[in-house]
C-alpha cells in the first residue's frame, strides 16, 4: 500500500509535533510546573502549550515571526511576487485610489454591503483574461479553496486529493462531509482506479447525490513546495471517463503559466470547460491579496448561494481588488512578464544544477533544492540570508515526505547579474559533504 494513500493527509503541524513529542518523552518534565498554573496553584487550560513550545525549540522547529522593514535590502526570493507588481508603481496606485475611492474596508459581506463596482470589475476582467465563465473574488485564495470544494459537494461525494494538495485544498476536503481518497501525488492511474471503484459501485458513472457532485478530483496546478506540474491533461481525462469535476487551484500557475500568464487550465485547453473549476490567489502574481474562483455560471452562482467562506466573510478591501485589477491590466499589456519569470526559474535550475546542487526542474517559479538536514537547511538559509538573500526553508513537519530543502522564486524583474550572484551565494554557502 502507498504510505500516501489513504482518507485523510497528516496534519503537518500537529501530528509532526505528535511524532517529537514520542521522540522527546523521556526529557519531558510532565509535572508541567511553572507559568502553566493559575493564580492559586492549579493547572491552567493553556499548561500544555509551554511543554509543546519546549518540544519545538528542543527539535530546532519553533517559528517566529520576524517583520521585514519597508526597505528591505535582502535580494527576495522567497515571497511570491513573480511578476514583480506588488510594488510596481502602477499597480499601487491602482490600489491607492481604490482605497480613497470606495473606503479602507469593504463595510460588509459582499451579499450586504460589501460588493461594490469594482468587485464586479475585477471579476468580469478576471473570467474573461482566464477564459472561464464566471468568476467569484474572495478574502483570500484559501477562503476560495474552502468556498469551492464545500459548496461543490455532499456527504456523498467522493474527493480525489493528490496528495502533495496544498493545507487550504486539504481543509476544504476536511471541512465537507463528503469522503476524501488521498491518492499518491501526480499520479492520474490512481485517480482514475479511485474513481472507477465510485462508478462502479454507481453503476457506470459517478452519480451525483442530491447535495453535491457525484465525485470531484482536486489537485494544484503547481505545488508549492516542489514547483512541478500536476498531470492536468490526463486527471481531466479522467473526470471526462467517469463524469467526475476537476477542481485545479492555480495560485502558482495564473499570471506565468499559458499565452500571457492565463493560467495552467489555459495551457492546458481546459479553461472554460463545463466540467472544470479553478481557484487562484490575487497575493502572488497578482501582487495584491484575495482568492478567486473560476467556472461555469451555474458553479458560481451556487457559490454566491452556498458557500460558507463567501457569505459569512467581509468582502475583499477595496484597495486589494483595485490592486489585483491594476495588475491584470498590467499583465495584458506586458504579457513578456510571464514568460521573463519562467525563463528566470529555468536560469537558476540550469545554474544550481550545474554547480552539482539538487534542484528541482521548474514548471513554473518555484525551484526548490534539496537540503541533507533540517538544520543544515536553516543555517543554509541563514548563511544566504548574511550575504543579502532572502530564500525560503522548508523542513518537517511541513514537509510529509521529511526531506528539508531550501526553496527559491523567481521573478520577472531579476536580472541576469542577480541571479548570477545569487547562484553564486547559494552555492557558496551550500551544506558541505
Ligand atoms: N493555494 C496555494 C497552492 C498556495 O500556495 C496558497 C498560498 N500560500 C494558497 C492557496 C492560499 O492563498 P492565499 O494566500 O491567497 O490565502
Request: hydrophobic content about 45%; aromatic content about 4%; overall charge negative.
Amino acid at each position: 500500500a502507498d504510505p500516501a494513500a489513504g482518507t485523510d493527509q497528516p496534519d503537518v503541524e500537529t501530528d509532526g509535533l505528535a511524532a517529537l513529542t514520542d521522540d522527546l518523552a523521556a526529557g519531558t518534565d510532565a509535572s508541567g510546573a511553572g507559568a502553566d498554573r493559575t493564580a492559586d496553584g492549579r493547572p491552567g487550560p493553556f499548561g500544555w502549550l509551554a511543554e509543546q513550545s519546549r518540544l519545538r525549540r528542543a527539535a530546532g522547529l519553533r517559528r517566529e515571526l520576524r517583520p521585514r522593514p519597508a526597505d528591505w535590502e535582502l535580494l527576495d526570493l522567497a515571497g511570491n511576487d513573480y511578476l514583480g507588481l506588488t510594488r510596481h508603481p502602477e499597480v499601487t496606485r491602482a490600489g491607492a485610489d481604490a482605497c480613497l475611492r470606495w473606503g479602507a474596508g469593504a463595510t460588509g459581506s459582499r451579499l450586504v454591503t460589501g460588493s461594490t463596482a469594482l468587485h464586479a470589475e475585477l471579476e468580469a476582467e478576471l473570467a474573461d483574461f482566464t477564459g472561464f465563465e464566471a468568476a467569484l473574488v474572495l478574502a483570500s485564495g484559501y477562503a476560495a479553496n474552502l468556498a469551492a470544494v464545500t459548496a461543490l459537494t455532499g456527504p456523498g461525494t467522493l474527493l480525489v486529493s493528490d496528495a502533495a494538495n496544498h493545507a487550504s485544498l486539504i481543509d476544504g476536503c476536511r471541512l465537507s462531509r463528503a469522503t476524501t481518497e488521498v491518492v499518491p501525488h501526480a499520479d492520474p492511474d490512481a485517480v482514475r482506479k479511485a474513481l472507477g471503484a465510485r462508478a462502479r459501485r454507481d453503476g457506470g458513472a459517478v452519480r451525483e447525490d442530491g447535495g453535491g457532485v457525484g465525485a470531484v478530483v482536486v489537485s494544484d496546478s503547481v505545488f508549492s513546495v516542489d514547483g512541478d506540474a500536476a498531470p492536468l491533461p490526463a486527471l481531466a481525462a479522467a473526470c471526462r471517463d467517469f463524469g467526475a469535476a476537476l477542481l485545479v487551484d492555480d495560485a502558482h500557475g495564473l499570471g506565468v503559466l499559458g499565452e500571457g500568464g492565463r493560467g495552467a487550465l489555459a495551457a492546458a485547453g481546459l479553461a472554460g470547460a463545463p466540467d472544470v473549476v479553478a481557484t487562484a490567489t490575487l497575493s502572488k502574481s497578482f501582487g495584491a491579496q484575495g482568492g478567486v474562483v473560476l467556472g461555469p455560471a451555474e458553479v458560481i452562482e451556487h457559490l454566491i448561494n452556498a458557500a460558507r467562506t463567501f457569505i459569512f466573510d467581509t468582502g475583499l478591501a477595496p484597495a486589494a481588488a483595485g490592486a489585483a485589477l491594476g495588475a491584470l491590466r498590467l499583465l495584458r499589456r506586458e504579457p513578456e512578464r510571464a514568460g521573463r519569470a519562467l525563463d528566470a526559474a529555468r536560469t537558476f535550475h540550469r545554474l544550481l544544477t550545474a554547480a552539482g546542487l539538487d534542484a528541482t526542474a521548474p514548471d513554473a517559479c518555484v525551484v526548490s533544492v534539496r537540503a541533507p538536514s533540517p538544520d543544515a537547511a536553516v543555517a543554509w538559509a541563514a548563511r544566504c540570508r548574511t550575504e543579502g538573500l532572502a530564500v525560503g526553508c522548508f523542513r518537517p513537519p511541513s514537509v510529509p515526505d521529511g526531506v528539508s530543502r531550501m526553496r527559491l522564486t523567481a521573478r520577472c524583474d531579476l536580472t541576469d547579474t542577480q541571479i548570477a550572484g545569487a547562484v553564486d551565494t547559494i552555492v557558496r554557502t551550500a551544506p558541505r559533504g
